[in-house]
Structures are given as structure tokens and as C-alpha cells.
């Protein structure tokens, strides 16, 4: 649960960054114009959230699958392969989302790494979970 919980907050941190630092990353949204409302302000980061709570999902859920399927291929192209299958996530986030823009796929690949990183320092952060002893 708590993986799971994490992976949705790197989507949506990665995803916030990513439009900030990353030139060709978009998340268009009414915040990042002048906000005039607070109904503007709730709107763009409930629309944050759900893509954010998309790309957790795609990572906790759907990546494991992919990547136990593609095993051979990662053994053969050294875990190279499962950047591709992260860049595929990302790019099906951005198919599905229109506030979403990837504008080519050098920023798909910086917006990856970021979400990717983010999950990793995360997991770290994951509380460890204790079986009681049979």
C-alpha cells in the first residue's frame, strides 16, 4: 500500500518538476497561469492528482507485469529494456491526458528519469513491513 502511495506522489511530483525544469514538458493547467479563482487552483492540481494517481498506477501495477514479461530481453540488453517499457508509461499518461504535453522524446525521457528517481527516493523511504513471528 505504501509503494503504491509513494509511486502516485513521484508521478505527480515528477510530472510538476518536470514542467518547470524540463523545456517540451507541459502540464497545462490554470495555476500555471494567474489563477483568478480557488475553484482554478482546485481544478488544476485535482487534475494533477488524477494523472499523477494514473502514472502511480501504470508503475505499481501494469510495469511489474511488462517487465516479468520482457525478463529475457532486460537480460540481454542489461535492464536497458525497462527504461523503454518507463518511457512507454509516461508516453501512454500523455496520450490519455491532454494537460499533459510531451513535446518529443528527449523531454519524455527527462520526464521519466525524473518520475523514475523520485520513485527510487521514495521506496527508500517506504516503512519496512514487520511479520509477527508464527
Known sequence: ???????????????????????????????????????????????????????????SFIKPILNKITLPLRIITFNLSSLIIAMAMVWVVDIVF???????????????????ILGLIFQKWTPPTHHPPA
Open 98 to 116: 491532454p494537460e499533459l504535453v510531451v513535446d518529443g522524446i528527449v523531454p519524455l525521457f527527462w520526464l521519466t528519469l525524473i518520475v523514475w
Open 1 to 59: 500500500m505504501w509503494s503504491f502511495f509513494l509511486q502516485i506522489l513521484a508521478g505527480i511530483l515528477g510530472i510538476f518538476l518536470a514542467d518547470r525544469f524540463v523545456p517540451g514538458v507541459e502540464f497545462k493547467g490554470p495555476l500555471f497561469l494567474i489563477p483568478k479563482s480557488e475553484a482554478e487552483i482546485s481544478n488544476f492540481f485535482g487534475t494533477l492528482v488524477f494523472v499523477g494517481f494514473s502514472l502511480g498506477f501504470l508503475n
